[in-house]
Nanobody, 123 residues
Framework: QVQLVESGGGLVQTGGSLRLSCAVSGLPISRYHMGWFHQAPGKEREFIAGIRRDEPNTYYAASVKGRFTISEDNIKNTLYLEMNSLKPEDTAVYYC????????????????WGQGTQVTVSS
């Protein structure tokens, strides 16, 4: 049974930092494309950062490039998102997701999802 569990969200002031974790069971993250997405109320779910396995490479949304870093610990089978210089517009629920097959940054192409963790950045 596949399970992805995000943690590490919370309330932080503008300019602060958070580290999100995604603990995965039931699949080895090293064999899947992995991504972080966020979704604010009333808005579409958006790609934030991802790890592509076949090149390999990492990808970031323009809005977070230089501020966020995606990483992983294959022993712990855990994905991370280091979030620095946070802005109010980063406020959203953050999800991690896994995908097999071809690389994609499209949310509807991902196979497995966590329940999300809330990140709120105060102004």
């Amino acid at each position: 049974q596949v399970q992805l569990v995000e943690s590490g969200g919370g309330l932080v002031q503008t300019g602060g930092s958070l580290r999100l974790s995604c603990a995965v069971s039931g699949l080895p993250i090293s064999r899947y494309h992995m991504g972080w997405f966020h979704q604010a109320p009333g808005k579409e779910r958006e790609f934030i950062a991802g790890i592509r396995r076949d090149e390999p490479n990492t990808y970031y949304a323009a809005s977070v490039k230089g501020r966020f870093t995606i990483s992983e610990d294959n022993i712990k089978n855990t994905l991370y998102l280091e979030m620095n210089s946070l802005k109010p517009e980063d406020t959203a629920v953050y999800y991690c997701a896994a995908r097999s097959g071809f690389w994609s940054s499209a949310p509807n192409r991902y196979d497995y999802w966590g329940q999300g963790t809330q990140v709120t950045v105060s102004s």
